[in-house]
């Protein structure tokens, strides 16, 4: 008897989708897209098969939480900005990176990071009057300019930490 009074037509479903999608617009939260997308979805099934409202409310709250589980869990990490880029240039300094071109005392070599700092994986750089290698793990110490200073990881294990 309940089932007549509340009588919900698939094209309800299909509104309520369409207003949770165009709701997301307006609200950047990734939260109403999914609600929407079960709610379209709820649309499609109870177009094709008799289904009671109980169960399609139930199917609903399922695709749902289906939906945002996913989405925070699985696709949201993948597009985390991991590089540093539109950031001071005082967060590259005690980054780590592989020298690709060493230095010379006449032209600067290049240092390659493994996640891009600032934008860039490779940067210009100059030591302190130390010898590096290809090859050699470098820290970054300072910036002068466009260029970083770097030092060498074996001669930054050699000073004491204080405490």
Same mark, same amino acid.
């Given at each position: 008897m309940m089932e007549t009074l509340w009588m919900i037509e698939?094209?309800?479903w299909l509104v309520l989708g369409f207003v +949770? +999608?165009?709701v997301e617009m307006f609200v950047p939260t990734f939260? !109403? +897209?999914w609600f929407g997308a079960a709610a379209i979805i709820v649309a499609a099934l109870s177009w094709l098969l008799p289904i009671s409202l109980t169960i399609q409310i139930v199917i609903w709250l399922i695709l749902s939480a289906v939906f945002l589980l996913a989405w925070f869990k699985f696709i949201k990490p993948l597009s985390v900005d991991r590089t540093k880029a539109g950031l001071g240039? !005082?967060?590259i300094i005690g980054e780590t990176g592989m020298i690709i071109v060493p230095p010379q005392?006449?032209?600067a070599g290049m240092v390659r990071f493994s996640v891009p700092i600032v934008g860039a994986a490779e940067w210009m750089c100059r030591t302190q009057g130390e010898q590096v290698a290809v090859g050699d793990r470098v820290i970054v110490t300072d910036i002068?300019?466009?260029e970083l200073v770097v030092s060498s990881m074996k001669s930054q294990a050699a000073i004491p930490k204080s405490m």
């Open positions: 698939p094209w309800h +949770l +999608l165009i939260a !109403s +897209l240039g !005082s967060v005392p006449e032209r002068v300019g466009n």
